[in-house]
């Protein structure tokens, strides 16, 4: 489904992806952990082309879309191109990012009608339904200034899955919102992966991670450290950088009263 | 001495002239209008190129706004009226304060509309973006919507300078209200009675739209993350 090899991806002075390669199959559910910093978002924005990279391919659908070679050089590929994958590729930010002047509906229905030509009546009743899988259809009308962080962040998801994309990039998304609101977000996250969704889930919640994914990548420093199948992964760990950063995130929860489980 | 000041005024004779002076405002509010409904649009439009793709455009907007801005709008007038004819090019008087001011207000229009669109969070794009938007349609459907809330008070006053601005044309003949005044005051010599009252009539004008504009910002702010931009007052008010 998706496919990065060799991709390396500056900013500035600092060398953010380090040859990462790594594939993500239909269906799975692949969560990326790893210390602040480690590259982890900066992979999943490159995956829909928010970040650009420098060298490597990523592979949609074993389609090269980002990055050609043409006459040996390097091209970033045209805008349409470019717009065709983010509408087949679903994105849910850490921020929530929904459009502040538009109604919960509106935020859902504007992408389905403008960008994939639905009919305004499809859009509604899609988005409806959406709304209900995601427990706020009584919230349709209201404005997202209106809405707690956990419901905006279950209206940014219902506004990515009305796109009906094939993949699903979660970036954090429950690192800004306050902890009894964690929960009504992963729920949400939880039935995607249960009915099948091919989801990258960035995320600092561990007990979630090892729950919902079919595999674990962990990332420090820009690189992929160790990968793995969830129960070997947290029970066994192969290296001592992930070894390390299982035990800071232990110490923490413990911290936390343990809010969320190791 | 009270006598004295209270001598300088005569309103009781100011019914002969309150005609004259009433239709040199409606000149005053027909520049502002005409004036506004031309640079409004203009505005944005060189604020689009000035953040466009193209980088021949985007220099030619970025001049044209540091030329205008750059020097007096009352050169500018002088310009369209005195030289161009040199050029064969000529407009009546009304034409050309009209050409010139909205040259001028177009120029810092485009910079509140770049500060308006600079202001939408770039969370908001990059939302736009991941939905497989273009650039035109993320433009229309997200960027404008929000930054046309941030920039309507700061074009609201920039509406408000702009009617005290219309004086300026009275170097090109339009007989707008302080023109008005001068050609009235000239030959009755009130001097005192007619700038009074002239003062009084762009008061009445400008402070109600004030209150309308901080009536405005106020509604504006409800409900965005983004921050009106501050409007600052134009060149062209320091040239008077």
């Known amino acids: ?262 | 001495m009270l006598t004295t000041f209270l001598g300088l005024f005569d309103f009781q004779g100011a019914g002969d002239y309150m005609p004259a002076l009433l239709r040199g405002a409606a000149t005053s509010l027909a520049l502002t209008a005409c004036i506004m409904l031309i640079s409004l649009p203009l505005g944005l439009l060189i604020a689009l190129v000035k953040l466009g793709r193209s980088r021949i455009l985007r220099t030619c907007a970025s001049t044209y706004i540091e030329v205008i801005r750059g020097t007096p709008a009352l050169l500018q007038l002088f310009y369209i009226y005195f030289v161009l004819p040199s050029f064969g090019i000529r407009f009546d008087p009304f034409t050309a304060g009209v050409i010139g001011l909205s040259i001028n207000y177009s120029a810092y229009l485009a910079e509140v509309y770049r500060a308006g669109i600079a202001a939408v969070p770039q969370g908001q794009i990059e939302a736009a973006k991941a939905l497989g938007m273009s650039r035109r349609k993320m433009l229309r459907l997200i960027v404008l919507p929000q930054a046309i809330r941030v920039v309507i008070p700061p074009l609201g006053n920039y509406g408000i300078s702009l009617f005290k601005d219309t004086s300026l044309v009275s170097i090109v003949t339009v007989k707008e209200l302080i023109f008005t005044g001068q050609i009235v005051s000239s030959t009755n010599f009130q001097y005192a009675t007619v700038f009074t009252i002239i003062g009084a009539i762009y008061l009445a004008f400008s402070y109600p739209s004030a209150l309308l504009v901080r009536w405005l910002e106020r509604r504006m702010s409800v409900g965005t993350k983004v921050k009106p931009v501050g409007g600052a007052t134009p060149v062209t008010a320091a040239t008077q």
């Not at chain 1, 199959?25 to 490159?46: H, I, N, Q």
């Not at chain 1, 879309?65 to 390097?74: A, E, P």
């Not at chain 1, 109604?103 to 899609?126: K, Q, Y």
């Not at chain 1, 998304?173 to 995607?192: C, H, N």
Request: charge should be negative.
């Open chain 1, 1 to 262: 489904m998706i496919r990065l090899e060799h991709v390396n991806k500056h900013f500035g002075e600092v060398h953010a992806l380090k040859d990462v390669s790594l594939s993500v199959a239909k269906g799975e559910v692949l969560s990326v952990v790893g210390p602040s910093g480690s590259g982890k978002s900066t992979m999943l924005r490159c995956m829909n082309h928010l970040e650009t990279i420098d060298s490597g391919t990523i592979y949609i659908d074993e389609v090269p879309v980002y990055q050609t070679l043409k006459n040996g050089k390097r091209r970033t590929d045209n805008d349409r191109a470019v717009e065709a994958i983010r509408a087949k590729v679903g994105m849910v930010f850490q921020s929530f990012n929904l459009f502040s002047h538009l109604s919960v509906i509106e935020n859902i229905t504007v992408a389905p009608i403008h960008v994939l030509g639905r009919s305004s009546s499809d859009a509604m009743a899609e988005a409806n339904a959406l709304l209900d899988k995601v427990g706020l259809l009584a919230k349709a009308n209201a404005y997202p200034h209106e809405l707690s962080g956990g419901q905006q962040q279950r209206v940014a998801i219902a506004r990515a899955l009305a796109m009906q994309p094939e993949v699903m990039l979660f970036d954090e998304v429950t690192s800004a919102l306050d902890p009894e609101l964690v929960g009504e977000v992963l729920r949400v996250v939880r039935t995607l992966a249960d009915e099948g969704m091919t989801m990258v889930v960035v995320t600092h919640e561990m007990g979630f991670a090892r729950e919902v994914s079919d595999r674990i990548v962990f990332m420090a420093d820009g690189r992929i450290v160790e990968e793995g199948a969830p129960a070997a992964f947290f029970a066994a760990p192969q290296q001592a950088r992930t070894r390390e950063f299982l035990r800071s995130m232990w110490e923490r929860n413990r911290q936390l009263g343990g809010t969320v489980s190791l």
